[in-house]
């Protein structure tokens, strides 16, 4: 079956399978929908297409696409973004013909350098047809200072001006917890990638590191955020935990959505206290994403969204997590 078939068949079903709302109308909040793909699959490539193909996203024809990946570190996924799942989003985007891709990244502790050589990332890039930027080769002039009301950064928070003025922003991340203070690390906190390796002292210093994480984001918008979550980390991360296979795609244009069922599959999956203790909404990432206005605020506001059966009966479990809160 070739992809615009493929496609076909995806929305055909999705036509008689009924959109899934997390909870009814809740008094006070607003009724702004955050519609979010889950593709159950055991095959990445194929799962990130699909899930990518249930969004209804802004046409990428012309545009400079700028993708935010997970290279933390080297180590084997889901430490960080799978060089399939990235391979498999490039395709994509150049069949929806975009004027050009570029990646962008900043790794640590390691060198981003030793990063990118380790995982074959330049090495790809001459292959699959993408630029790529080390976040660390930037000359100061190439940063935008950011220094928000209310933020919790000492002297504010810099963001390389490649990402801040793409045309078209794509975040790419992994279904992991974070044993370091961050609790869990998926959208949101792809953003700590976006700051110069200096400021990581003020950050992992701080008692508001989860706040100062979400504050990040308010320096750039992605259009489309794609969760690689054929395999997750339930306890320990970001570069090394427990894991476990977790079989899901997980894609949409809302951070706060995104990470919201992320959290839902850690708690369907059995994770650590931190997430299993707390409400979704009351993790400090999240509950400062939205207070920031950076998405949705309840999980009221999540539409799951599937093509198949087995995703739909999935989408069923993370429907009820969610609507626990």
């Given at each position: ?172 991340c992994c279904l992991k917890t974070h044993q370091y203070g961050g609790v869990f690390t998926m959208s949101l906190k792809l953003a700590v990638g976006a700051t110069p390796k200096k ?30 979550g054929l395999e997750a980390f339930v306890d320990g991360g970001p570069s090394t935990g427990k894991k476990v296979a977790a079989d899901v795609v997980i894609a949409g244009t809302d ?71």
């Amino acid at each position: 079956m070739n992809r615009r078939s493929f496609l076909k068949t995806s929305f055909s079903t999705l036509a008689a399978v009924p959109v899934l709302r997390c909870g009814g109308p809740e008094a006070g909040v607003e009724e702004k929908k955050a519609k979010i793909a889950i593709v159950r699959t055991q095959d990445r490539e194929s799962g990130v297409r699909a899930a990518v193909g249930l969004l209804d996203l802004p046409p990428m024809k012309g545009k400079r696409i700028f993708i935010k990946p997970n290279f933390n570190t080297a180590d084997p996924f889901p430490a960080g973004t799978h060089n399939g799942a990235l391979t498999a989003l490039v395709q994509e985007i150049k069949s929806r013909e975009a004027a050009e891709i570029t990646l962008g990244e900043r790794s640590g502790p390691p060198p981003t350098q030793k990063v990118m050589e380790d995982k074959g990332i330049l090495a790809m890039s001459n292959e699959v047809g993408f630029k790529v930027i080390n976040f660390e080769d930037l000359a100061d002039a190439d940063w935008v200072h950011f220094n928000p009301p209310g933020n919790h950064w000492p002297e504010g928070f810099f963001v390389p001006k490649p990402l801040v003025e793409a045309d078209y922003i794509i975040a790419t991340c992994c279904l992991k917890t974070h044993q370091y203070g961050g609790v869990f690390t998926m959208s949101l906190k792809l953003a700590v990638g976006a700051t110069p390796k200096k400021l990581m002292r003020d950050l992992h210093s701080s008692p508001h590191q989860r706040m100062m994480i979400a504050e990040i984001n308010t320096a750039y918008s992605p259009k489309l955020i794609v969760m690689d979550g054929l395999e997750a980390f339930v306890d320990g991360g970001p570069s090394t935990g427990k894991k476990v296979a977790a079989d899901v795609v997980i894609a949409g244009t809302d951070r706060i959505a995104v990470d919201a069922v992320g959290v839902a599959v850690l708690k369907e999956l059995g994770s650590n206290e931190a997430i299993m203790g707390h409400k979704i909404f009351e993790q400090e990432q999240i509950r400062r994403a939205a207070e920031l206005g950076l998405g949705i605020t309840s999980a009221q506001q999540i539409e799951l969204t599937t093509a198949d059966e087995t995703s739909r009966l999935y989408a069923e479990k993370l429907h009820l997590i969610l609507a626990e809160g």
